[in-house]
T-cell receptor
Framework: KAGVTQTPRYLIKTRGQQVTLSCSPI?????VSWYQQTPGQGLQFLFE???????NKGNFPGRFSGRQFSNSRSEMNVSTLELGDSALYLC????????????????FGPGTRLTVL | QKEVEQDPGPLSVPEGAIVSLNCTYS??????FMWYRQYSRKGPELLMY????GNKEDGRFTAQVDKSSKYISLFIRDSQPSDSATYLC?????????????FGSGTRLQVQP
């Protein structure tokens, strides 16, 4: 079974621009979560989507947004990029048999490395 | 203070050594505990998943959870150079609807051949 895929793998943007990252979950997985990883803050939860609805949101500004499509694929968008947004953005998918429930195993993609100049 | 504390290392051991990696946490609602391994420039890979207190073994890896002390450990037996990576502990609460992981900062492990 193919794993979680993320595109693009690398991105370079300048301050003020916006960016869209894409994630394709493992086939059959219904929940997609996004995380930001930086050397200073480590891995931090951004948001989670299930059945095209945002279920949970981490402590990030409104410049960070996302969506999920009917085939469970997800995108995240960062508007008005800042230097501090440079990070590895990781997507994780899980089976999630129900809309809400305890965390089941999350499988991570390779990430998109975003550099903001 | 962070909810999950993890010694960043680096931890350097000779091949064949037993490695002990640890995390402490402050949120008593955490019920699910995981260990991930992350190689440079890769996404985290799940190693172990445990629920509540106790031990779980999988090959050379053993995970321990002590909820009374809010302390979790990962032991690696017969460590190999291929085990050189960053090890991240992660946990989540039982409250329904919150499918989000809180991570430790990661411990960098180097196994010397």
């Amino acid at each position: 079974k193919a794993g979680v895929t993320q595109t693009p793998r690398y991105l370079i943007k300048t301050r003020g621009q916006q960016v869209t990252l894409s994630c394709s979950p493992i086939s059959g997985h219904r929940s997609v979560s996004w995380y930001q990883q930086t050397p200073g803050q480590g891995l931090q939860f951004l948001f989670e989507y299930f059945s095209e609805t945002q279920r949970n949101k981490g402590n990030f500004p409104g410049r960070f947004s996302g969506r999920q499509f009917s085939n469970s694929r997800s995108e995240m968008n960062v508007s008005t990029l800042e230097l501090g947004d440079s990070a590895l953005y990781l997507c994780a998918s899980s089976l999630a048999p129900r809309a809400s429930g305890p965390t089941d195993t999350q499988y991570f993609g390779p990430g998109t490395r975003l550099t903001v100049l | 203070q962070k909810e999950v504390e993890q010694d960043p290392g680096p931890l350097s051991v000779p091949e064949g050594a037993i490695v002990s990696l640890n995390c402490t946490y402050s949120n008593s609602a955490f019920q699910y505990f995981m260990w991930y391994r992350q190689y440079s420039r890769k996404g985290p890979e799940l190693l172990m998943y445990t629920y509540s207190s106790g031990n779980k073994e999988d090959g050379r890896f053993t995970a321990q959870v002590d909820k009374s002390s809010k302390y979790i450990s990962l032991f690696i037996r017969d460590s190999q150079p291929s085990d050189s990576a960053t090890y991240l502990c992660a946990m989540s609460a039982r409250d329904t609807g919150r499918r989000a992981l809180t991570f430790g900062s990661g411990t960098r492990l180097q196994v010397q051949p």
